[in-house]
Nanobody
């Protein structure tokens, strides 16, 4: 079982920045993928950014050039630096990890961007 605990959400004005962190109860080396999803009201959950076990990184087109995902293997954390935030980035952000057939989710953290 892998536990994920997010932190760092909040309210920010458009154009501002926030940094999300996810504390992982297992070694990040043991995970196939780790990353961030988000879900806005009335919309489906979508991938924001993800790191694979070999270090490949994928971003949603809507956040490329603005968001940066990083992994700290020594601290077993994964971070999401979000710059140039837009109102449409408002959502609950979830940390996600995958290992084999198992999928793990954090409880989510709210990010609200005011325009």
């Amino acid at each position: 079982q892998v536990q994920l605990v997010e932190s760092g959400g909040g309210l920010v004005q458009a154009g501002g920045s926030l940094r999300l962190s996810c504390a992982v109860s297992a070694s990040t080396f043991s995970l196939d993928t780790i990353g961030w999803y988000r879900q806005a009201p009335g919309k489906q959950r979508e991938l924001v950014a993800q790191i694979t076990s070999i270090g490949s990184i994928n971003y949603a087109d809507s956040v490329k050039g603005r968001f940066t995902i990083s992994r700290d293997n020594a601290k077993n954390t994964v971070n999401l630096q979000m710059n140039s935030l837009k109102a449409e980035d408002t959502a609950v952000y979830y940390c996600n990890a995958n290992r084999g057939w198992s999928d793990y989710w954090g409880q989510g953290t709210q990010v609200t961007v005011s325009s």
